[in-house]
């Protein structure tokens, strides 16, 4: 190898390693003092606060709570509760709005207690003809005789035997 040769590789090799050691610094991280260059706007906008009383309604959504008894007088509110469920049928009060005591505030569906007093109707008028045909049958056959209206699978005397009496092998 000659001087040149050998020259001209490290000229190659310096120019390479100042190459490697600018790409490692530039890409390195940057310190604070590099941001201190960066300006960021903020809007702020500044008023006088005046205490106004509104002359308007104000829309807005929340619970109303009712106010609590105090000072002699009732509270502002009341829970309502039936003895029965059921269904709506008129609504007679609306919300927010004054009640009298004992004023009538809704009437439920009648028509289901209405179906079942029918079927409890009806269930009484079978019961009290069963009672007189069985008040009936009584008197005419004097007294009850246990034997006579027994199946004969309950009667122990005929339990295990055939209709004509005999015992089957």
């Given amino acids: 190898m000659t001087k040149r040769q050998v020259l001209t590789g490290l000229?190659?090799?310096a120019v390479a390693g100042a190459a490697v050691l600018v790409l490692i610094k530039g890409l390195g991280r940057k310190s604070a003092g590099d941001e201190e260059g960066i300006v960021t706007d903020v809007a702020v906008h500044v008023g006088k606060v005046v205490r106004a009383t509104l002359h308007r309604y104000v829309t807005a959504y929340g619970t109303v709570e009712p106010e609590p008894p105090?000072?002699?007088k009732p509270p502002a509110g009341a829970y309502l509760s039936v003895p029965v469920g059921g269904i709506l049928a008129e609504i007679r009060c609306?919300?927010?709005r004054?009640?009298?005591r004992g004023a009538v505030l809704f009437r439920l569906d009648t028509r289901l207690a209405e179906v079942a007093v029918a079927k409890a109707e009806k269930s009484l008028a079978f019961?009290?003809?069963a009672y007189e045909r069985q008040k009936k049958l009584l008197a005419a056959e004097g007294q009850f005789r246990p034997g006579?209206?027994?199946l004969a699978h309950d009667r122990p005397e005929r339990a295990g035997r055939g209709p004509d009496g005999i015992v089957p092998p």
Avoid: K, M, N, S
Wanted: net charge negative; aromatic share 0%; proline share 6%.
């Fill in 94 to 96: 609306t919300e927010g």
């Fill in 98 to 100: 004054p009640v009298e």
């Fill in 148 to 150: 006579r209206g027994q």
């Fill in 70 to 72: 105090g000072d002699g």
């Fill in 11 to 13: 000229i190659i090799l």
């Fill in 127 to 129: 019961a009290e003809q």
